[in-house]
Structures are given as structure tokens and as C-alpha cells.
């Protein structure tokens, strides 16, 4: 099987090439979803020469099955809801209202270790570029798209080297635009299209978003300026 990309820096970089058109956007910015999707929004971020950050979704899974979600939420507040996982709870609410406090803190814990002291980026009234590395139910990207409306952004852009057909019709009826290089018939797995689809780590997330803010404050004091 032929890989669509070397790395999620090869696919950011092609992803960029396809996202031109909102460098001029007003107050435009890009947003990665931890981990995997910020080394391809670091390269979009770069070559659009636009202001990048996280925006960290957490999945409330099943108590006895954790890997089948009851909903998530994302920074801002927002929370997904899926009613038919839920009804396996029997009306127990707390047992509800418990994972999603664990994951609560869990998502706080996570936007304190990336991004420090310094507050998020403001979406409000700006276009917002959502970025992953590849969508195969689009779950996570809803959280994250739900939570971008809820913060007021002005227009809401997904963007993605590789989903599958189920995941892009989904996000299309949520997002204002949805950017995708390449929509295979056959999907299982966002890792099948990468040759090299290693784990990203924390690290690599915190010095990423380093990286883009020296680069926007260098652009600043060249005479550019953050919109």
C-alpha cells in the first residue's frame, strides 16, 4: 500500500499549499488538536505566517468500557453528548457527571502543561483553522468544533491531510469549511496513510507552540504584527 505522507510535517506542509486563500483572513488562526494534529498545525501556522495554539478535547468514555464514548468536551466548555452511549448508564447521572470531571481536570492539567501561564488564544469574532492529522469518525473534531462556537469564533475551518468519507460528511454539517487532501474509499486507520506515524509527545507539542510564538514575535518586531 502507497503512504500519502512521509510525516505530519510533510502533511502539514502539503496541507498548507491547500489553505492559502485564509492567510488574509481577518485575525485568522490555527489551532491544532494535542497531540498529533499540532506538528501538522505548526506547519500550516508557519507557511500561512499566522498565530498557532492548542485545543485540547478529551473523550468522556463508558465507565466499564472506556474506549466507547459517551460524548467529549473541549477547552471552552463545550460537551458532546452521545445519547444512545448513554442510555447504557441508566439514568445514572453521576456516573456520568464523574467521568466527565475526571476528564475536566485531566484536559486543564493538559492546557496548563502546553501552554503555561500564557491564556489562550482569543477565537472571538476571528477565523479559526482546526487542524489534525487525519479524521477517521470525526468524533473528536465535533467536540472541538462545537467548542470554537461556543467561544464565538466568526467562521470555523477544519482542516485535515487524510479522513474518511464518514468523518468529512459529518464535520461538513458543522464547520463552515472543510479542507481535505485526500478522502480514501477504503479507511481504517489515520496511521495507515503515514510512513512514519510515531507518537508525538508533550514535549514536542510544548516546544512546537515555543517555536511559533518566538517566529510570531520575531514577525512583530520585523514590522508584521499578530492580528
Not at 445519547?83 to 481536570?105: D, K, P, T
Not at 510515531?198 to 499578530?226: F, I, P, W
Request: aromatic share 4%; with cysteine.
Amino acid at each position: 500500500m502507497s503512504r500519502m505522507f512521509t510525516d505530519r510535517a510533510d502533511a502539514g506542509r502539503a496541507l498548507a499549499n491547500a489553505l492559502v486563500h485564509l492567510r488574509a483572513a481577518p485575525g485568522a488562526i490555527v489551532l491544532g488538536l494535542p497531540r498529533g494534529g499540532v506538528p501538522v498545525a505548526y506547519e500550516v501556522a508557519s507557511a500561512l505566517e499566522l498565530p498557532l495554539d492548542v485545543l485540547v478535547v478529551r473523550k468522556l468514555g463508558l465507565p466499564q468500557q472506556p474506549e466507547l464514548a459517551m460524548g467529549a468536551i473541549a477547552s471552552g466548555g463545550a460537551l458532546v453528548v452521545n445519547e444512545e452511549v448513554v442510555r447504557y448508564l441508566g439514568g445514572r447521572q453521576e456516573a456520568f457527571e464523574a467521568v466527565r470531571e475526571r476528564e475536566q481536570s485531566e484536559l486543564e492539567r493538559r492546557e496548563r502543561d502546553y501552554r503555561g501561564a500564557r491564556p489562550p488564544l482569543e477565537p472571538a469574532g476571528r477565523t479559526a483553522i482546526l487542524v489534525d492529522d487525519g479524521l477517521a469518525t470525526g468524533a473528536t473534531m465535533e467536540a472541538a468544533v462545537r467548542a470554537l462556537r461556543s467561544l464565538g469564533a466568526s467562521r470555523v475551518v477544519v482542516a485535515v491531510p487524510v479522513a474518511s468519507q464518514e468523518a468529512i460528511e459529518r464535520i461538513e454539517a458543522l464547520a463552515d469549511e472543510v479542507v481535505c487532501l485526500a478522502a480514501p474509499p477504503f479507511f481504517s486507520a489515520v496511521g495507515q496513510w503515514y510512513a512514519d506515524f510515531g507518537q508525538t509527545e508533550d514535549a514536542e507539542v510544548r516546544d512546537l507552540l515555543a517555536r511559533a510564538r518566538v517566529a510570531k514575535q520575531s514577525s512583530r518586531h520585523g514590522g508584521g504584527g499578530e492580528p
